[in-house]
C-alpha cells in the first residue's frame, strides 16, 4: 500500500480524500494556488505545495507543476478527484513516465469512455442503446442548424469532453441552436480545453440515472446500484439519491449489466459511473461515461456501505476487489443536496465573498439516521471566483426515503451560513415539495414548477403559524435574560403581559404567549378576540444560537434565527421571513409607521454576480428588443448571456470586454 498520496485537487473533494486516506494511515500531499493559500485542504493534509496563480489553467491544470510536485514530496501516487485534471488521458501518461501511480482507470479507458464522441461509439459497438444523434466534427453554427433539423428539435447540444453542467445547451429551434452552438464551445473551450461539441436528441420528460461500477486490475468490474440525479438545474445536479424511486429490480439488474459490459470492453479498472437518460417507461439509453468519482458519490457510499475513494486507492495499488456482485446489497435510503455559493432569489447567479459564519448540522449516526456532511470551507473563509460555487455536500441516510428526506429537509433548516448567498432556502423548497417527496421526477422538474425562477414566498396556514410562535418564544426567552439583569429601578421586574403582535412581513398574527414549567405555550388569537387551543414548544435555545432546535406539539424542527430591528428573520423549509414581535403599545405605533418601497432601476442595466466581461453585444444609440442579448457575462467557469427585458434605446455603455465587475455594476443605461 501507498504511503503518501497527492490529492491533484482542491476544496470539497481534496478533503474527502484526506479523511479516507487519514484513516487507512497514508500521509497526503495537498496542492494549492494563490486563492487557495489558507484553504481547508491545505491545512487538513500533511504537506501542501504551492502551484501558481489563482486561474486553474495556470496551476491546477497544468500537468507539469503537478508532476514536480510528486517529486519534492515523494508522493507515490495521485487522486485527481473531480474535474480539472481528473478525465485528462495525458495526465496518467506523464504521472507513469515519472514513475507515479495514478489512482484512476488506465489511460486507454479514459481515451475511450472519457471523450463523449468516443464513448458513445463505444456503447454502439457493445450493443448498449444510445440516444438518436451526431458524433462526428461540427464544422460551424450552420453545420449544427442542419445536424438539428435532421435529428429534431428539440435536441441537446454537448461538451465532447465535458461534464458538471459545463458547455451544455438545449435548443428547441434553429436560432436556439445557432446561439447555443457558439456559447457551448466556449464554455467547453474554457471550462475543459477543449471545444469539440456533439448534437444529440433530447428524450423529453426523461430521468438521469446512473450505475456506479467498481472494477480492478484482474479483469473484475461489479456495479454497486444507481442514483436517481433528474432534479437538475441549466443541467446541473442539485440533488441526488440512492436507489431511485423509479427502478424495480429487473431495470436495475439490466442496467447495471450493461454498465458492467461497457466497462469491460474497455477494460475498465477503477470507479465510474454510466450515465443513462431513462424514459418514465423504464426504458433508458446510455448517455457517457464519467471515467473519475462523481460528486455525488456519497449517497452510493451510504446505501452500500462501501468507501469507494478507498477502493480506488486499493485497486490502484494493485489489490483485487474484495467484493463481489452478490455480496452487494443496498440498504436504505439516502438523499444529497448540493449547497453552493449563489442567489436563488437572483436567478442563482454566483455568490462571492467571506463566509461570516458557517455553522453546518452536525454529523451524526442516530436511530438509523445518518447525517454526514462533504465540505471544504471553514468559518471565515472565502468564496472565491476563480473555481465551482460548491460549498458542501449535505448527505443524510435512513431506513426509508421518506425518513431519509425528512432527515435533509431538518438538516437544511439547521445549515446555517451568513456572508455570502446561498442556495439553501430553494433546497429547502424542493425538499417539501409535494411532487419531489412523491418521487414523481424528471430532467424538467426545477423548469416545470418554478416557470418564473426561485422568488421570496409568503407563509400561510400552518407554517405561518409555527414560524410566528417560534419569533414569541425566542423574543419570550431575550425578555426573561433582560428581567435578570441586576440594578433595574424598582417595580421593573414584573412579567410582560401575555398578548403580542406579531408581523410576518406586515401580516401581523396576534396571540399569547406564556411559560409553563419548561415549555412555552401559545394561544392564538381569533378575530373575536378567543384564544385557540395551546401549542407547546419545548427548546433549550439560548440567546446567540443561530439555529432554533425544538419540538411544537411534539413535531421535531429547526429555523435558522437573525436578529432584525424589533424581530429576527427565521429561515425555514425555503421561507425566510422577517418576523417582527411588538406588545399592543408597541404595535399600535408600528401600525402608523409608512411602509418603504425600493428605488426604481428599471433604466440601468446592472451586473447580476461578480464576473468577467466576455461581450457587449450593443453600441451607444442602438435600438433593442426584448429578449436581444446585450452582454455576457463569465462567473466561475459559466457564461451567462444578459438579456433585454423590454424595448429600448441603449443611451450610455459602461463595461468594456475584459473588465472584471463587482455586482450591481453598472453595465449600460437605457434613454
Known amino acids: 500500500m501507498f504511503k503518501r498520496i497527492l490529492i491533484a485537487n482542491r476544496g470539497e473533494i481534496a478533503c474527502r480524500i484526506i479523511k479516507t486516506a487519514r484513516r487507512m494511515g497514508i500521509e497526503t500531499v495537498a496542492v494549492y494556488s494563490e486563492a487557495d493559500r489558507d484553504a481547508l485542504h491545505v491545512e487538513m493534509a500533511d504537506d501542501a505545495v504551492f502551484i501558481g496563480p489563482p486561474a486553474a489553467a495556470e496551476s491546477y491544470l497544468l500537468i507539469d507543476k503537478i508532476v514536480e510536485a510528486c517529486r519534492e514530496t515523494g508522493a507515490e501516487a495521485v487522486h485527481p478527484g473531480y474535474g480539472f485534471l481528473s478525465e485528462r488521458e495525458a495526465f496518467p501518461r506523464a504521472l507513469a513516465k515519472a514513475g507515479i501511480v495514478f489512482i484512476g482507470p488506465n489511460p486507454g479507458a479514459i481515451a475511450a469512455m472519457g471523450d463523449k464522441i468516443e464513448s458513445k461509439k463505444a456503447a454502439a459497438n457493445a450493443k448498449v442503446s444510445t440516444v438518436p444523434g451526431h458524433l462526428g466534427v461540427i464544422e460551424d453554427d450552420k453545420h449544427a442548424v442542419k445536424i438539428a433539423d435532421q435529428i429534431g ?4 447540444i454537448k461538451a465532447s469532453a465535458g461534464g458538471g453542467g459545463k458547455g451544455m445547451r438545449i435548443a428547441h429551434s434553429k436560432a436556439e441552436v445557432a446561439e447555443g452552438f457558439g456559447l457551448a464551445k466556449a464554455e467547453a473551450k474554457a471550462s475543459f480545453g477543449d471545444d469539440r461539441v456533439f448534437i444529440e436528441k433530447f428524450i423529453v420528460n426523461p430521468r438521469h440515472i446512473e450505475i456506479q461500477v467498481l472494477g480492478d486490475k484482474h479483469g473484475n468490474v461489479i456495479y454497486l446500484g444507481e442514483r436517481e440525479c ?8 442539485v440533488i441526488e439519491e440512492a436507489p431511485s424511486p423509479l427502478l424495480d429490480e429487473s431495470t436495475r439488474r439490466k442496467m447495471g449489466e450493461q454498465a458492467v459490459a461497457l466497462a469491460k470492453a474497455v477494460n475498465y479498472d477503477s470507479a465510474g459511473t454510466v450515465e443513462f437518460v431513462a424514459g418514465q417507461d423504464k426504458s433508458f439509453y446510455f448517455l457517457e461515461m464519467n471515467t473519475r468519482l462523481q460528486v455525488e458519490h456519497p449517497v452510493t457510499e451510504l446505501v452500500t456501505g462501501i468507501d469507494l475513494v478507498e477502493q480506488m486507492i486499493r485497486v490502484a495499488a494493485g489489490e483485487k476487489l474484495a467484493l463481489s ?29 467571506r463566509l461570516v459564519k458557517y455553522r453546518p448540522p452536525a454529523e451524526s449516526e442516530t436511530d438509523g439516521v445518518t447525517v454526514r456532511n462533504d465540505t471544504g470551507v471553514q468559518e471565515g473563509g472565502e468564496i472565491s471566483i476563480y473555481y465551482d460555487p460548491m460549498i458542501a455536500k449535505l448527505v443524510t441516510h435512513a431506513p426509508s426515503r421518506a425518513a431519509a428526506i425528512e432527515a435533509q429537509s431538518t438538516a437544511l433548516d439547521s445549515f446555517y451560513i451568513d456572508g455570502i448567498r446561498h442556495n439553501i432556502p430553494f433546497l429547502s423548497t424542493l425538499m417539501n415539495h409535494p411532487r419531489w417527496r412523491e418521487g414523481r421526477l424528471s430532467t424538467g422538474f426545477i423548469a416545470e414548477e418554478f416557470p418564473r425562477g426561485f422568488v421570496s414566498r409568503v407563509p400561510e396556514g400552518e407554517i405561518a403559524r409555527r414560524l410566528a410562535s417560534v419569533a414569541a418564544a425566542i423574543d419570550h426567552v431575550l425578555g426573561e435574560r433582560k428581567r435578570q439583569i441586576s440594578g433595574q429601578m424598582i417595580g421593573r421586574l414584573v412579567q410582560r403581559e401575555r398578548r403580542r403582535a406579531v408581523w410576518l412581513d406586515r401580516e401581523e398574527v396576534p396571540l399569547e404567549i406564556a411559560r409553563e414549567a419548561d415549555d412555552l405555550v401559545v394561544h ?59 406588545t399592543e403599545i408597541e404595535a399600535s405605533a408600528a401600525r402608523l409607521m409608512p411602509v418603504t418601497t425600493a428605488v426604481d432601476s428599471g433604466k440601468k442595466l446592472l451586473c447580476p454576480m461578480p464576473g468577467l466581461v466576455i461581450s457587449i453585444a450593443v453600441s451607444e444609440g442602438q435600438e433593442v428588443k426584448a429578449g436581444e442579448t446585450l452582454a455576457v457575462i463569465e462567473a466561475m467557469k459559466m457564461q451567462n448571456v444578459l438579456r433585454a427585458e423590454q424595448d429600448g434605446t441603449v443611451k450610455k455603455i459602461y463595461a468594456t470586454a475584459g473588465a472584471t465587475l463587482a455586482v450591481d455594476a453598472l453595465i449600460l443605461e437605457f434613454t
Not at 452478490?326 to 440498504?331: A, E, G, P
Not at 373575536?528 to 424542527?557: F, M, N, Q, R, Y
Open 153 to 156: 428539435y428539440p435536441v441537446m
Open 230 to 237: 433528474s432534479i437538475q438545474r441549466r443541467n446541473q445536479k
Open 325 to 353: 456482485q452478490k455480496d452487494v446489497t443496498l440498504t436504505g435510503w439516502a438523499v444529497e443536496s448540493r449547497l453552493y455559493a449563489e442567489d436563488p432569489f437572483r436567478n442563482f447567479l454566483p455568490s462571492i465573498g
Open 524 to 582: 392564538f388569537v381569533d378575530a373575536d378576540g378567543t384564544t385557540g387551543h395551546p401549542h407547546h414548544l419545548a427548546s433549550s435555545w439560548k440567546p446567540g444560537d443561530p439555529v432554533w432546535h425544538g419540538k411544537i406539539d411534539g413535531l421535531e424542527i429547526a429555523l435558522q434565527v437573525r436578529p432584525v430591528p424589533n424581530g429576527f428573520r427565521l429561515s425555514h423549509q425555503g421561507f425566510d421571513v422577517a418576523i417582527q414581535v411588538f
